[in-house]
């Protein structure tokens, strides 16, 4: 008589998942994951730039821009670079330390193609190249006048070729 095997010796099978069936888990903290992401992105970009407090903000006047020029020059990689250099005043009497020009490009129509955030920098002519220094270190001083340059990489095509607006959107003073 021959002797059964009653010993679970044969391989057993593995069960696998029924294709197409999604991991709803993973989805889902993916999707609040990303949604958090977005929403952490928005918070940080609007707290960024804190508007300027009511005594910085009326000193804006005493800053006066003239003399303005506009030039293009072509950058190491081909690319356009736009300057606009001119001279500003603080008619006041307080020391300047830092100052943030808004430029609005508008098309042949008027209307508004660009608006950009740009820091004053003040133009040092003591070396071999004009060289734009940051007000922080070179603050401009009661009664001073000096030249400055303002740099845009990149102005759209739309733009009409004009002079932009230029306005003080922030200043910090001493």
Known sequence: MAAENTSNDSPRAFQREPEGQTPWIAVIIAGITIAALVGLGILLSRGAHPPPDGASSAYAAQLKLGDLKMSEAQNFIGATVTYIEGTVTN???????GATLEATFTNSLGEIVQRELLPLQIL????????ARDLR???????ESREFRLTLGHVSADWNRQYPAMRVARISVQ
């Open 124 to 131: 040092d002519r003591s070396g071999p190249y004009p060289d």
């Open 91 to 97: 008619a006041g009497d307080k020391t300047v330390t």
């Open 137 to 143: 270190t070179t603050p401009l001083k009661p009664h």
